[in-house]
């Protein structure tokens, strides 16, 4: 069928939590926090995306990502763009996007050496309903009290930069390396083309958008695949509920009805907003 049901996989985290998001059941008493939850196709293959819920309740490590050609060269598939949609906050929850000046690379390090790289991350106020699309070689971090849809190029490639003196292994060779310490500067988005249609990011590794909307049609990506995250609201995709604690990949075309006013994000890879995605 076109439109394939992911499955789930729940990460363990030491910054993550044991209360989740409604529709996916909290941790029994006793058990190891979830931080993640990963969702994949049950096929197999190596989708070009991959999306994530995130539970936050200490903040994670300082970190960052190749781009697609420095993953290449140490042998993996893709670099890791990524974006964050911010579903719940808690008071002062922030994410570190960026850092506050341009640094040198060898002012990088020193700063993760001694701790200091931390004061010297773009520590942003964030709330529900907030988006970053964080490129290939930002150095960034995600504070606690946060749950978070992340969308990202599909490949576990972090390397750590600090991690507030955990027992964990950094990664400083590789991660500076392909770090670009400079401030973060936000696209002119969201914006909205269309009623019930907001566009969050656009590319260059996908686009990312957000519906709010209701009726019954065609969905096509032409030959670029579609993900859809039901946040509220109902409906059906090709005669499958649509649930808010799935995610689907649509290869092709799908029938898709949605009931009410339903909050939903859809994502496709490749720069450029895709038109006429939905036809009703």
Known sequence: MPATRLTTKRVEKPWGRTDLWPGFGDVPDGGAPVGEIWFEDPRGGDPVLLVKYLFTSEKLSVQVHPDDAEARARGYPRGKDEAWVVLAAEPHATIAIGTLEVMSRDELRAAAL?????????????????????????????????????????????????????????????????????????????????????????????????????????????????????????????????????????????????????????????????????EG
């Open 114 to 278: 001694d701790g200091s790289i931390e004061g010297r991350l773009d520590w942003k106020a964030v709330k529900a309903g907030d988006c970053y699309y964080s490129p290939a070689g930002t150095v960034h971090a995600i504070g606690p009290g946060l749950t978070l849809v992340e969308v990202q190029q599909n490949v576990d490639l972090t390397y750590r930069l600090y991690d507030y003196g955990r027992p964990r292994e950094l990664h400083l060779d590789d991660g500076i390396a392909v770090s670009n310490p400079i401030p973060y500067v936000a696209p002119h988005i969201p914006k909205t083309i269309a009623p019930g249609r907001t566009i969050l990011a656009d590319g260059p590794a996908f686009v990312l958008e957000r519906w709010s909307r209701a009726g019954s049609g065609t969905l096509s990506g032409g030959e670029r695949p579609i993900w859809l995250v039901p946040l509220t609201g109902g409906g059906a995709i090709d005669g499958d509920p649509l649930e808010t604690d799935g995610v689907w990949l649509v290869e092709g075309e799908a029938a898709l009805s949605l009931e009410g006013e339903i909050d939903l994000l859809v994502a496709y890879p490749d720069a450029g907003v895709i038109e006429r995605i939905w």
